[in-house]
């Protein structure tokens, strides 16, 4: 074990404390010039463990040379937190080392500074390590540098922000051969993955250091006297039970899902709050000043409760929680973990936290979380890879620092653990696509964004392409928001006449736009009266007293996580594991039983029923709403082509319903319809391919990837111009490049994120190879228990294919004269 | 995996198109029978009016360094034929901004300009000017002009404020409209109507929709009420001004 220096056990014995074995075991491994990854739960002092390689290496005297370590954090406010904490051991050991963040926030004058005399420490966060690697001074400022510190890395390797993070780092690496990468994680579930990533690819991956497991939680799922709902996401029922847990605690933080549910729950509490406690709510829509105002708050102990989303889910301590309150199911079993860890940030006493299920698949799904996190179970993520949109970024972004060589930056590229797979082909196309927009009709040499040299190097073919790119680079890509301001409706010589006032948050404009005129919706805590738009968002004023036509975002819906689903078919299909569940339910799957039947944990049920002139086929995968919603997609196809005549289908969390003319039934046992063929892998094949090009889906997945790799610019609010002549629509290039050029790279890549995104194509196949030859059919005279939530789900979504005319249609009242004409 | 197959459906190379059956849009004496693609044909003058066609709108952002597919002439001239294949017309006029902008002209590819030239051959073409293209090229055949009457109806540009017995057909402002059905919203480009006035949609293939509820709108009719044609995939749509947004 390497040994701290004086300096440093003194500041610890004078705290009385002593360095952990995992901070010295981390520390060993830098010394040895060593990368490592340290998983730890939080509250481990893990982020001190990241950075005390770092603190003793510049205690020693030293020349301020160039930025020494580099930590990033993938929170801006995390980024500011963690400077502030590093700060007091500094000073406190009397330390001359020199800390500095760098975030979007930080000014030009500052960043100009840094550049000329970089600190010992740079915070900072992703994208700001790509700016830094796309500035010509970078070799120069980071020509020194020891130490990488990536914390939250479980957080970032995810998603396309991590992607385009190991691309900088490896930069960061010609520059920097010899500087180790110390990841920080809360625990995964294959902490060999993250391993792989954090090493150059060819080389072993990095070491693993595992920090001492806390207590364990203590979770209850919330017993409740009401009725548990058959279906729906509303927590309605249990808001009583909620409001009686917050007066027994000091401070309590209730999880949500999604925004709108935050907006009820908040509404609902403070509908029954005679005891006037102070419960604030806290969003990511929310006006960020609305937000700090919470924040402070909460970390001062002037609140009792606050009702938040994700925005409150990353490492950051805000003060003495004593409760976390779960509103519907947690969907996965490490978000439920890193949520209840919001609870005494402390290592040494249990968190305690209640979940409280929102219908009866959810008392199920909450049974299965509950089991995991008692065991420590994590959901199985997996580092997102190979971008070929985030590459066409990065590639631009190298341009930015300097010429570049191709097979010098191809070999740069692939050291990179999530583009070791990528040909050299496939980068050759990137490069072209980010010169000439790689197309096959060779119409932009002269505009060309990348010129060769005499040399052979490519290089930047004009200075203000180096601005354009600081501009929209990222890899956040957020649905294009709309400022919600609170209107004054004055009548001026009898003409109505609506100002904006003060700002309230922000909301997707899909939404605002398909409002009407005096719509109510709920937002920011308050019935809003919808007022119209004007050039600066839209305007809204306060509604007293009536009920609001509630906001149904498309955005903080996570999908069931593949783990928590397997538990979830254990728990169903072994009936004696149903004693611990709540009375109502186990009534419920019993009647299922009885009526239907109950299928193991490795078949799939299928059943078929007669309802009100319709026939019903109701599947249950149990493999969430995404994968369900493309399988059913898939199937009515299918049926249309076997003559069943299918009319709508639904999906839930667990269940997929379709509905058809045709007797489903009567065709399965006269042997015209096989459910073994209905349900092949094959259909992942044309099927898949002809309904996703005619998609809304994709296009919307082709947008952000045209954002990301830089063909379509950002839209900053209050910079854009009316927006006509200035943009083209996304879904028109789509439709043009899908005609004139289909093996496009952005198409392509627009296919990848599709089949793991939004259609969940990778998960529908696991499901499909699950379920050869253990699908159970079970043909029913009327609707079966387990049917009856997702029947009673049959809602917006239930409109078979995309139904753009037939709507038109509808809405221009056609439909129903053709149904009324007598002949 | 390949994404998407190799072979172009037929269907995407363009929007569909076809003259509508069951509307009918009048103005001044005139019937105007709405087409699919976004083109109004005059079945009595057999004339076909098209707007906003934006061509090398696609070039002229890459000057910029912005690298659109460079397809969208091809697109849109393809779909322009399909309507003249379809129509017949013995006259052809261009509503303004058929050029994205007045050095269109040097940028366009070979195959498109002999696809241009042979129009004007075969249809009597009037371009009229547009803010985008004050100067359409003269190389390609066709007459250049600021404004043509039909009848009694002054075709040009940009819509202007009308007197008593003045009527009007204008592009420009590329009106888009929404509907709200089942909690969905579905929107398209459309024609606006009110009897004075119809302003047409953007033809182009790189041309989008403007919501009718935008500022410009209200500038060029009020309180005034209108009907929108919209644009469906398969059919177009008539919708009272209060129904759409």
Same mark, same amino acid.
């Given at each position: 074990?390497?040994?701290?220096?004086?300096?440093?056990?003194?500041?610890?014995?004078?705290?009385?404390?002593?360095?952990?074995?995992?901070?010295?075991?981390?520390?060993?491994?830098?010394?040895?010039?060593?990368?490592?990854?340290?998983?730890?739960?939080?509250?481990?002092?893990?982020?001190?463990?990241?950075?005390?390689?770092?603190?003793?290496?510049?205690?020693?005297?030293?020349?301020?040379?160039?930025?020494?370590?580099?930590?990033?954090?993938?929170? %801006?406010?995390?980024?500011?937190?963690?400077?502030?904490?590093?700060?007091?051991?500094?000073?406190?050991?009397?330390?001359?080392?020199?800390?500095?963040?760098?975030?979007?926030?930080?000014?030009?004058?500052?960043?100009?500074?840094?550049?000329?005399?970089?600190?010992?420490?740079?915070?900072?966060?992703?994208?700001?390590?790509?700016?830094?690697?796309?500035?010509?001074?970078?070799?120069?400022?980071?020509?020194?540098?020891?130490?990488?510190?990536?914390?939250?890395?479980?957080?970032?390797?995810?998603?396309?922000?991590?992607?385009?993070?190991?691309?900088?780092?490896?930069?960061?690496?010609?520059?920097?051969?010899?500087?180790?990468?110390?990841?920080?994680?809360?625990?995964?579930?294959?902490?060999?993955?993250?391993?792989?990533?954090?090493?150059?690819?060819?080389?072993?991956?990095?070491?693993?250091?595992?920090?001492?497991?806390?207590?364990?939680?203590?979770?209850?799922?919330?017993?409740?006297?009401?009725?548990?709902?058959?279906?729906?996401?509303?927590?309605?029922?249990?808001?009583?039970?909620?409001?009686?847990?917050?007066?027994?605690?000091?401070?309590?933080?209730?999880?949500?899902?999604?925004?709108?549910?935050?907006?009820?729950?908040?509404?609902?509490?403070?509908?029954?709050?005679?005891?006037?406690?102070?419960?604030?709510? $806290? @969003?990511?829509?929310?006006?960020?000043?609305?937000?700090?105002?919470?924040?402070?708050?909460?970390?001062?102990?002037?609140?009792?409760?606050?009702?938040?989303?994700? /925005?409150?889910?990353?490492?950051?301590?805000?003060? +003495?929680?004593?409760?976390?309150?779960?509103?519907?199911?947690?969907?996965?079993?490490?978000?439920?973990?890193?949520?209840?860890?919001?609870?005494? @940030?402390?290592? +040494?006493?249990?968190?305690?936290?209640?979940?409280?299920?929102?219908?009866?698949?959810?008392?199920?799904?909450?049974?299965?979380?509950?089991?995991?996190?008692?065991?420590?179970?994590?959901?199985?993520?997996?580092?997102?890879?190979?971008?070929?949109?985030?590459?066409?970024? $990065?590639?631009?972004?190298?341009?930015?620092?300097?010429?570049?060589?191709?097979?010098?930056?191809?070999?740069?590229?692939?050291?990179?653990?999530?583009?070791?797979?990528?040909?050299?082909?496939?980068?050759?196309?990137?490069?072209?696509?980010?010169?000439?927009?790689?197309?096959?009709?060779?119409?932009?040499? %002269?505009?060309? %964004?990348? %010129?060769?040299?005499?040399?052979?190097?490519?290089?930047?073919? $004009?200075?203000?392409?180096?601005?354009?790119?600081?501009?929209?680079?990222? /890899?956040?890509?957020?649905?294009?928001?709309?400022?919600?301001?609170?209107?004054?409706?004055?009548?001026?010589?009898?003409?109505?006449?609506?100002?904006?006032? &003060?700002?309230?948050?922000?909301?997707?404009?899909?939404?605002?736009?398909?409002?009407?005129?005096?719509?109510?919706?709920?937002?920011?805590?308050?019935?809003? &009266?919808?007022?119209?738009?004007?050039?600066?968002?839209?305007?809204?004023?306060?509604?007293?007293?009536?009920?609001?036509?509630?906001?149904?975002?498309?955005?903080?819906?996570?999908?069931?996580?593949?783990?928590?689903?397997?538990?979830?078919?254990?728990?169903?299909?072994?009936?004696?594991?149903?004693?611990?569940?709540?009375?109502?339910?186990?009534?419920?799957?019993?009647?299922?039983?009885?009526?239907?039947?109950?299928?193991?944990?490795?078949?799939?049920?299928?059943?078929?029923?007669? &309802?009100?002139?319709? $026939?019903?086929?109701?599947?249950?995968?149990?493999?969430?709403?995404?994968?369900?919603?493309?399988?059913?997609?898939?199937?009515?196809?299918?049926?249309?082509?076997?003559?069943?005549?299918?009319?709508?289908?639904?999906?839930?969390?667990?269940?997929?319903?379709?509905?058809?003319?045709?007797?489903?039934?009567?065709?399965?046992?006269?042997?015209?319809?096989?459910?073994?063929?209905?349900?092949?892998?094959?259909?992942?094949?044309?099927?898949?391919?002809?309904?996703?090009?005619?998609?809304?889906?994709?296009?919307?997945?082709?947008?952000?990837?045209?954002?990301?790799?830089?063909?379509?610019?950002?839209?900053?609010?209050?910079?854009?111009?009316?927006?006509?002549?200035?943009?083209?629509?996304?879904?028109?290039?789509?439709?043009?490049?899908?005609? @004139?050029?289909?093996?496009?790279?952005?198409?392509?890549?627009?296919?990848?994120?599709?089949?793991?995104?939004?259609?969940?194509?990778?998960?529908?196949?696991?499901?499909?190879?699950?379920?050869?030859?253990?699908?159970?059919?079970?043909?029913?005279?009327?609707?079966?228990?387990?049917?009856?939530?997702?029947?009673?789900?049959?809602?917006?979504?239930?409109?078979?294919?995309?139904?753009?005319?037939?709507?038109?249609?509808?809405?221009?009242?056609?439909?129903?004269?053709?149904?009324?004409?007598?002949? | 995996?390949?994404?998407?197959?190799?072979?172009?459906?037929?269907?995407?190379?363009?929007?569909?198109?076809?003259?509508?059956?069951?509307?009918?849009?009048?103005?001044?004496?005139?019937?105007?029978?709405?087409?699919?693609?976004?083109?109004?044909?005059?079945?009595?003058?057999?004339?076909?009016?098209?707007?906003?066609?934006?061509?090398?709108?696609?070039?002229?952002?890459?000057?910029?360094?912005?690298?659109?597919?460079?397809?969208?002439?091809?697109?849109?001239?393809?779909?322009?034929?399909?309507?003249?294949?379809?129509?017949?017309?013995?006259?052809?006029?261009?509503?303004?901004?058929?050029?994205?902008?007045?050095?269109?002209?040097?940028?366009?590819?070979?195959?498109?300009?002999?696809?241009?030239?042979?129009?004007?051959?075969?249809?009597?073409?009037?371009?009229?000017?547009?803010?985008?293209?004050?100067?359409?090229?003269?190389?390609?055949?066709?007459?250049?002009?600021?404004?043509?009457?039909?009848?009694?109806?002054?075709?040009?540009?940009?819509?202007?404020?009308?007197?008593?017995?003045?009527?009007?057909?204008?592009?420009?402002?590329?009106?888009?409209?929404?509907?709200?059905?089942?909690?969905?919203?579905?929107?398209?480009?459309?024609?606006?109507?009110?009897?004075?006035?119809?302003?047409?949609?953007?033809?182009?293939?790189?041309?989008?929709?403007?919501?009718?509820?935008?500022?410009?709108?209200?500038?060029?009719?009020?309180?005034?009420?209108?009907?929108?044609?919209?644009?469906?995939?398969?059919?177009?749509?008539?919708?009272?001004?209060?129904?759409?947004?």
């Amino acid at each position: 074990m390497s040994e701290l220096p004086p300096i440093f056990l003194n500041w610890f014995a004078k705290r009385g404390w002593t360095a952990r074995a995992h901070q010295l075991a981390v520390l060993e491994h830098a010394v040895a010039g060593r990368s490592a990854l340290l998983i730890s739960p939080t509250g481990g002092g893990k982020t001190l463990a990241g950075f005390l390689p770092s603190l003793v290496e510049l205690s020693e005297p030293h020349e301020r040379v160039g930025i020494h370590t580099l930590y990033i954090s993938p929170l %801006k406010a995390l980024a500011v937190d963690i400077a502030r904490n590093l700060e007091a051991p500094v000073n406190e050991m009397g330390l001359k080392i020199s800390i500095e963040t760098r975030t979007g926030d930080t000014p030009h004058s500052r960043r100009k500074r840094q550049r000329e005399n970089p600190p010992d420490i740079l915070i900072t966060t992703p994208e700001q390590v790509s700016l830094l690697i796309a500035d010509p001074g970078a070799a120069h400022m980071l020509r020194h540098l020891k130490a990488i510190i990536l914390d939250e890395l479980h957080s970032m390797v995810t998603s396309k922000r991590g992607v385009l993070l190991s691309l900088a780092l490896s930069a960061v690496g010609t520059f920097a051969p010899t500087a180790r990468r110390i990841g920080l994680s809360a625990t995964v579930a294959d902490p060999d993955a993250l391993r792989g990533w954090l090493a150059p690819s060819g080389e072993p991956p990095v070491p693993l250091v595992l920090g001492t497991a806390g207590a364990k939680p203590i979770i209850h799922i919330l017993k409740s006297e009401e009725r548990v709902p058959w279906s729906g996401h509303s927590t309605l029922y249990a808001i009583p039970d909620i409001y009686a847990a917050i007066g027994q605690a000091r401070m309590t933080l209730i999880f949500v899902n999604t925004r709108s549910q935050a907006e009820m729950a908040f509404q609902s509490l403070w509908e029954i709050n005679e005891e006037n406690l102070p419960i604030a709510l $806290h @969003h990511g829509s929310l006006d960020v000043t609305q937000r700090r105002k919470v924040e402070e708050a909460m970390a001062a102990g002037k609140l009792r409760a606050v009702v938040c989303t994700s /925005t409150l889910d990353l490492g950051i301590d805000w003060g +003495d929680v004593d409760l976390v309150i779960h509103l519907g199911a947690p969907k996965g079993s490490s978000r439920l973990l890193q949520r209840i860890g919001r609870s005494n @940030h402390r290592l +040494d006493s249990p968190s305690e936290a209640l979940l409280v299920p929102s219908n009866r698949f959810e008392v199920l799904e909450c049974e299965a979380a509950l089991q995991a996190a008692s065991e420590n179970a994590q959901d199985t993520e997996y580092p997102a890879v190979l971008k070929l949109d985030v590459l066409a970024q $990065h590639v631009l972004g190298r341009a930015c620092g300097g010429a570049f060589d191709a097979g010098e930056l191809y070999a740069e590229v692939t050291r990179a653990w999530t583009y070791r797979n990528l040909t050299r082909e496939d980068f050759d196309r990137v490069v072209d696509y980010v010169a000439t927009g790689g197309y096959a009709l060779k119409a932009y040499e %002269k505009y060309a %964004k990348l %010129k060769r040299q005499a040399d052979g190097k490519w290089r930047l073919s $004009h200075p203000l392409l180096a601005q354009q790119y600081r501009l929209n680079m990222g /890899t956040i890509v957020e649905a294009e928001m709309l400022k919600v301001r609170i209107a004054s409706v004055k009548r001026r010589l009898g003409r109505r006449v609506v100002t904006g006032g &003060r700002s309230l948050g922000e909301l997707e404009e899909w939404f605002l736009s398909q409002l009407s005129l005096g719509d109510t919706f709920l937002f920011s805590g308050e019935v809003l &009266r919808f007022e119209g738009l004007d050039e600066f968002g839209a305007l809204a004023s306060r509604a007293f007293g009536v009920d609001p036509k509630i906001p149904s975002y498309q955005g903080g819906r996570f999908p069931l996580s593949t783990y928590l689903a397997t538990r979830v078919r254990e728990i169903l299909g072994a009936p004696a594991k149903w004693k611990t569940l709540p009375q109502q339910v186990r009534d419920w799957l019993s009647a299922q039983r009885w009526k239907s039947l109950v299928p193991l944990s490795h078949q799939m049920l299928v059943e078929t029923f007669p &309802r009100a002139e319709k $026939h019903y086929m109701v599947c249950y995968p149990f493999e969430g709403r995404l994968a369900q919603q493309t399988l059913g997609m898939l199937l009515t196809r299918r049926l249309e082509r076997a003559g069943a005549q299918p009319l709508g289908f639904s999906a839930s969390e667990y269940a997929l319903v379709i509905w058809t003319v045709r007797d489903v039934s009567l065709m399965i046992s006269t042997g015209r319809l096989s459910l073994q063929k209905l349900f092949d892998e094959d259909m992942l094949g044309d099927d898949l391919e002809a309904w996703l090009a005619e998609s809304n889906l994709m296009k919307r997945t082709f947008r952000n990837a045209a954002i990301i790799a830089g063909l379509i610019e950002r839209r900053w609010p209050g910079k854009e111009k009316t927006g006509r002549q200035v943009t083209v629509n996304s879904d028109l290039i789509y439709d043009v490049l899908r005609a @004139h050029q289909p093996d496009h790279v952005l198409l392509r890549a627009a296919w990848d994120d599709a089949a793991d995104g939004l259609i969940d194509v990778h998960r529908l196949g696991l499901l499909l190879k699950r379920i050869k030859g253990q699908i159970v059919h079970s043909a029913l005279d009327a609707v079966s228990p387990l049917a009856v939530p997702v029947l009673l789900e049959i809602a917006r979504e239930s409109i078979y294919g995309e139904a753009h005319d037939a709507l038109l249609a509808e809405a221009a009242g056609i439909l129903i004269d053709e149904a009324m004409r007598l002949v | 995996m390949m994404p998407f197959s190799p072979k172009q459906p037929e269907s995407l190379l363009m929007r569909r198109c076809g003259l509508s059956r069951e509307h009918r849009i009048s103005l001044g004496r005139l019937d105007f029978v709405p087409d699919l693609s976004g083109a109004l044909y005059v079945p009595e003058l057999q004339t076909l009016l098209v707007a906003d066609l934006h061509l090398e709108k696609a070039s002229n952002m890459a000057r910029r360094g912005i690298h659109l597919p460079p397809y969208d002439t091809r697109a849109s001239l393809a779909q322009l034929q399909a309507v003249l294949k379809a129509t017949l017309p013995q006259q052809l006029i261009f509503l303004g901004d058929s050029f994205h902008d007045n050095d269109a002209r040097e940028r366009i590819d070979e195959t498109d300009l002999a696809t241009l030239r042979d129009m004007t051959q075969r249809y009597e073409t009037i371009w009229i000017t547009g803010n985008h293209d004050s100067k359409p090229p003269t190389d390609i055949g066709g007459r250049v002009v600021d404004e043509v009457m039909l009848g009694a109806i002054a075709l040009r540009h940009e819509p202007k404020a009308l007197g008593a017995d003045e009527f009007e057909i204008a592009g420009h402002l590329h009106p888009g409209a929404g509907v709200s059905q089942r909690g969905r919203y579905i929107r398209c480009k459309c024609f606006i109507g009110n009897g004075t006035r119809i302003i047409m949609p953007a033809f182009g293939s790189f041309t989008g929709g403007l919501s009718v509820s935008a500022p410009p709108f209200a500038r060029v009719f009020g309180e005034v009420d209108y009907h929108v044609w919209m644009l469906g995939e398969r059919a177009i749509f008539k919708f009272p001004r209060k129904r759409v947004s």
